[in-house]
């Protein structure tokens, strides 16, 4: 199975090496059935030897709808380390692997487990392996993915197998049409192929396989050099007959071709051993004793599952059994009648039925509707009885499944589509999106009473928000909105609300202005909404009156209102952004995301980060900005929102453009672009656009910089967007000033004057004045300058001030008052500097030097040198906190808060825990 692949060895090999040294990170091994994905798999793990420990859990097609199945075979070697976990993590924890009757969620299992791996590889370096992921269970999918992400600085290496799709009737699908894989995009990936003509040569002669060369080419052509493949045809027969066999069968997909080999070999077996490997393929948990409990009532007994061991096709490493690979399940499976199948999953119900573990009672359950051959109204309600069990221990994307096979079941059209609603509403909430589109597009054209049919178009407008088109949701969602006003104002309002995100990402603020106005209306019902609504309408005409503090918008949040919480942290963080102090907002905004991140909350959490992210970038909080940003487009793709991917992408080219960073902008940049332009979300379009715009006017490249920003403010292009090309109406006419494009500049300045003179924001102070400055002449020039950099907020945006000063010092140098320009470029210099934006602050610091001046050493604020969990842990310490509250606080192990610690000591200048709570942080 190993030849030819010295390659992908020698990466596992690295990836094992990393992680013993500290420097844990995931990689995805993804290739076709039979590839050899499995055999990379245990080659890594005894590489791993004595000095790692190997955890490992394997997917199981036949148990997609059964949550945390894949987590408890992966954590069970772990449980005694569980009283060692914080309180509520063990209790998440306990609760997901049906030790508690307690309720759950998703985010807490996935922070808990996180947190048990981390004690674990306190003591022994982890290996992870996870063969078959896109059989694993959503809900344990989803915890490996989140831990793989955040293995940075840690003894954790995780290696996972993932089967290419081997597209529809897939002959192993036990459950209808199979869930999308999990997304694997962003981690690194070793794409495993057919061997090459050599290596698949050398397999041959390893196997006994004697033909000559041409049809030795022919073998290795049809099966696409298929390890699995070359290894098993070798059985089958002479080499001629198998040769001319498998050729004849044309194009066919390697998998169909696979599962023809596997069947071939099973018929011929005695019905007794035939009958158990179906139990075993319809079973396939690995528990030996439920398949020979089921098979037994078939009347297949033990000595059937030694001669399946004899023949082959099975495994037996101890109380658990598995299949020698994947496909002769899927054979086995595939090949039996429809009667048969029926058959084996009504013993495996009867079986699992028995068995006092309530899980299996969920199990026999669905065993029972897959061995129903027409609907059956009590079958389908206990499925949805069951979804519910598993959505309230955290496994929605499993309740999806089970009640999408309990709305087939149904015989009643409505109750069809009630069903179908709930399991499009479940696996969109469990981050699945591609699992939800499907059952809301066979749901949407189904009969349906009057509340399922505004559930779907509630659910079909929401998904639309965060996964499509952005003018369409934004008419769904009013339109939804104004049919539930009268039956449910809450609900309406929450929509109409979120309809105005929406709007500002297509540009559509006749339509965000409409929603504001909808939401005053609903004060006829609960004056907050009048109030709210007030404030909205002046928030989003750039004239905010209210005057309130986030905390204060907070708690003033109508009744109604102030049962959701997540929404209210959202209306007091957005009215804020428009009228509170900046920092004093992002401090609330801070504390918003640390609330709705511990109960759970990720999709609103995403957004809220989204947010904070871009604060920081205005406030020149750059370190603070990458990270935040970096987390939320992690948890974007974690929870399946390519909307808020696209707004976070965009973000970061802004931000590598600011540094300098061409290569990190371009490739941020146009994956922004790639995602913004299918979901019409032109706020994205637009600062993606900026950014190449900022990056190519830092290079000198006037031409190109004018076209790309102003192509922000021109009617009819793609990155048209109105608030966002005011926001860089100064890099714009920057650019056409430097061009020798004065007319076009003063025609932007002028557009910009007008707008900012209706508008009660402060930040546009610093820009109408620098703008002016850009275009005036002698003391008009100098006049305008200083206006700008003491202009109220001007230190809210220290990257526009920093700027704006550079821009004066090259004035006054030119105009030859040497010693303010020194002065003015000297600050510019240490603030660009301080921000990162090496590029800008190297052309500042070339016109110091022309101004007869030199840098001076940069002194600073010592915590600007911290990492920004760093940062937090030193801020945790001076509080007071113990190494252990600040790991499960920050979701660490203690042992890498003292290493933090470690680095910290010495970038602040001090030598001791108790120094750090006199330490400025």
């Known amino acids: 199975m190993l030849h030819g692949r010295e390659e992908e060895l020698q990466a596992l090999s690295g990836l094992v090496s990393d992680t013993r040294r500290g420097r844990g990170r995931a990689l995805v091994v993804q290739g076709e059935a039979g590839i050899g994905k499995t055999a990379l798999l245990r080659w890594a793990a005894a590489e791993a030897g004595s000095a790692m420990r190997v955890l490992g859990c394997s997917g199981v097609q036949a148990e997609l709808p059964l949550a945390f199945g894949g987590l408890h075979q992966l954590l069970s070697p772990l449980l005694d380390l569980l009283p060692e976990l914080p309180e509520q993590q063990a209790a998440a924890l306990r609760s997901a692997l049906g030790l508690s009757p307690a309720p759950t969620a998703d985010l807490p299992v996935r922070i808990a487990a996180l947190s048990l791996l981390r004690r674990a590889a306190d003591e022994t370096p982890l290996l992870v392996v996870v063969d078959d992921l896109q059989w694993l269970d959503r809900a344990s999918a989803g915890v490996v993915l989140f831990a ?144 020979l409990g089921a098979a037994g009532r078939l009347g297949a007994d033990a000595r059937a599952l030694d001669a399946a061991e004899r023949a082959g096709h099975l495994d037996l490493p101890g109380p658990r059994l598995r299949f020698r690979h994947p496909l002769v399940r899927a054979a086995v499976y595939a090949d039996a009648s429809t009667q048969s199948r029926a058959r084996v999953h009504r013993a495996l119900a009867d079986e699992l039925a028995l068995s006092p573990e309530p899980a299996q009672g969920e199990r026999a359950v669905w065993h029972r509707a897959l061995a129903a051959t027409g609907p059956d109204d009590r079958l389908a309600e206990m499925l949805e009885a069951g979804a519910a069990e598993v959505k309230r221990r955290g496994g929605l994307a499993a309740a999806a499944a089970v009640l999408h096979r309990a709305a087939q079941m149904s015989t009643a059209p409505q109750q069809h589509t009630r069903r179908l609603t709930a399991a499009a509403d479940a696996a969109w909430k469990s981050g699945s999106p591609q699992l939800a589109r499907p059952l809301l597009r066979e749901a949407l054209v189904r009969p349906a009473d009057d509340v399922t049919r505004l559930e779907l178009l509630r659910l079909q407008g929401m998904m639309e928000l965060w996964d499509g088109d952005q003018e369409a949701a934004v008419a769904r969602l009013l339109h939804v909105a104004e049919l539930l006003t009268d039956r449910h104002t809450e609900r309406a309002v929450d929509l109409t609300f979120m309809a105005v995100d929406g709007a500002l990402r297509a540009d559509r603020m ?388 003292g290493y933090h610690l470690y680095k910290i000591f010495p970038k602040l200048g001090i030598s001791s825990r108790s120094q750090l709570r006199d330490a400025d942080l």
């Open 510 to 897: 006749d339509e965000a202005l409409r929603a504001a106005a909808q939401i005053e209306a609903a004060g006829a019902r609960d004056p907050g909404y009048a109030r709210y609504g007030r404030w909205l309408a002046e928030s989003l005409a750039d004239r905010p009156r209210h005057g309130l503090s986030p905390w204060q918008l907070f708690d003033a949040a109508p009744k109604s209102l102030a049962r959701d919480e997540a929404i209210r942290w959202v209306w007091a963080a957005a009215l804020g952004t428009f009228g509170a102090p900046p920092r004093q907002v992002r401090a609330f905004t801070l504390e918003a995301c640390a609330h709705l991140d511990a109960t759970g909350m990720l999709a609103v959490y995403v957004l809220l980060l989204s947010w904070l992210a871009e604060l920081e970038y205005r406030l020149g909080m750059w370190q603070e900005c990458a990270a935040h940003a970096q987390e939320g487009l992690r948890a974007a793709r974690d929870v399946g929102q390519p909307v808020l991917e696209a707004d976070l992408l965009a973000l970061l080219a802004l931000l590598c453009a600011g540094r300098g960073q061409e290569d990190e902008c371009r490739e941020h940049a146009e994956r922004a672009l790639a995602l913004a332009v299918t979901q019409g979300n032109r706020s994205a379009a637009a600062t993606a656009q900026w950014a190449l715009g900022r990056l190519a006017l830092n290079a000198d490249d006037y031409e190109e910089a004018c076209e790309r920003l102003g192509s922000l403010g021109r009617p009819g292009s793609p990155f048209a967007h109105r608030r966002l090309a005011r926001r860089a109406a100064l890099d714009g006419v920057e650019a056409q000033v430097r061009a020798g494009r004065r007319e076009g500049a003063e025609q932007a300045a002028r557009e910009f004057e007008q707008w900012s003179e209706q508008s009660t924001l402060t930040w546009p102070q610093l820009h109408r004045h620098a703008l002016r400055a850009l275009l005036a002449e002698g003391d008009a020039a100098d006049k305008h300058f200083r206006e700008a950099l003491a202009a109220p907020g001007a230190a809210d945006e220290p990257f526009i001030q920093a700027r704006t000063a550079m821009l004066y010092g090259e004035w006054l140098r030119r105009t030859r008052h040497e010693g303010e320009a020194r002065r003015q470029l000297r600050h510019a210099v240490e603030v660009l500097e301080g921000l990162g934006a090496e590029q800008e602050a190297e052309r500042a610091r070339r016109q110091l030097r022309a101004a007869g001046g030199a840098t001076r050493r940069r002194r600073g604020d010592p915590t600007a040198r911290l990492t920004v969990q760093e940062l937090q842990v030193a801020r945790l310490a001076a509080a007071g906190l113990s190494n252990r509250e600040i790991g499960a606080r920050l979701a660490v192990s203690p042992r890498t808060v």
């Open 148 to 291: 793989a992400r955040r293995l940075d600085r840690l003894p954790i290496g995780l290696l996972a197998a993932l089967r290419e799709p081997e597209g529809a009737g897939d002959a192993g699908d036990l459950i209808g049409k199979a869930p999308a894989a999990p997304d694997t995009r962003d981690f690194p990936r070793i794409a495993l192929h057919g061997l090459a003509e050599d290596a698949a040569s050398a397999l041959l002669d390893e196997q006994g396989w004697g033909t000559p060369g041409p049809t030795r080419r022919a073998i290795v052509s049809a099966v696409g050099g298929n390890p699995l493949a070359l290894e098993e045809v070798v059985r089958l027969g002479d080499p001629p007959e198998v040769a001319e066999r498998i050729v004849l069968t044309g194009t066919a997909p390697v998998g169909r071709r696979l599962r023809a080999v596997f069947a071939e070999r099973t018929r011929g077996l005695p019905e007794q051993v035939r009958t158990l490997l179906l139990v075993a393929a319809a079973e396939d948990s690995g528990r030996t004793d439920i398949v």
